[in-house]
């Protein structure tokens, strides 16, 4: 058992690694192109970020055990349990960070236009993501239809967060690069081309990180007599999400609300539209109790989080329900 928990931390390790080294490229890739902070959060930051949970269950579904079933199980959970991390447990944490020094009355103020766009397009994508649950696997041609809206919403809204930069930038919000890439340290010279291989970097260690967790995943599931379903909606989302939750909560504490929200709701975007659309053809994308359980209580949470968003900000109050939430999903689904 040991041995397989030591795998687990040891490939965690890199995952984390791996994910400071992309996103480290990702800013300076934003502040040299002079994008907004919108862009660079919602998109760049939060794909980067994303890449670890989003690996999993495509190396799953390629065949990342011998058994198909796992290989379905794991993907299906990495996919609907990374949406649900971020919109609850991550939202808690990040709001955790500052609530020494804001209160439980002060606000938390990030770029309204781009908080909005960004959840109105994940309630859209989840639910109908949500919705092709029902429908039976035999019809596979109604099922390609929901995936193909999901990637093009995807694509519409990469679309509309671009056309909204060049103003935001304009009024201030333009990507600044927190401090010196990471391969300037060793004396590369800052430019576009030093960027990419940094980014490559990142990719490849995110990859054989993303790999070889499936693997332990594996083990652990049958030595402790769980499910792969479950421990992948619970624990695959908790380990890959800590590079959102540890980047969100450096962005808030420094001031930079829009960054560290921007990251997490543009990651639930990503992995509410591009992931459940391979998850429906690939997976069997059923309704089992622990997978709706789920679902509900994300798009609660999103709802919830989009009701907050006014012009003043959100309460810090009001983001700390998000956590309950994620509570309410535990007791559910570990007392079946």
Known sequence: MIPLFLELILMLAIILVAAEVFTNALEHLGERLKISEGVTGSLFAAVGTALPE????????????SSQRVNEEIGVGAILGAPLMLATLTTFLMTLAILRTRGLRGVVKPERSGLTRDL??????????????????????VRALFSAVLVGLYVLYVVMTFRASEKLVESGHGTEAPGTMLLARLGVPVNLGTIIVQLAL??????????GFIHGVEGVSHALGISALLLSLIIIPIATELPEKVNSILWIRRGKDTLAFGNIS??????GTLLPAIGILLTPWEPRVEVLTGVVIT?????????????????VG????NGVLYLGYLVVTLTR
């Open 299 to 315: 798009l609660v949470a999103a709802a919830w989080l989009r009701f907050n968003a006014r012009a003043r900000g959100l309460a």
């Open 318 to 321: 009001a983001l700390l329900v």
């Open 266 to 271: 543009g990651a639930m975007v990503f992995q």
């Open 54 to 65: 989003t690996m999993v269950p495509l190396l799953a579904l390629a065949g990342g055990t």
């Open 120 to 141: 109105n397009y994940f309630l859209a994508a989840f639910g109908l993501a949500a919705l092709a649950m029902f429908v039976p696997h035999d019809d596979w041609y």
């Open 202 to 211: 990142g990719v490849a260690l995110l990859v054989g990180g993303a790999k």
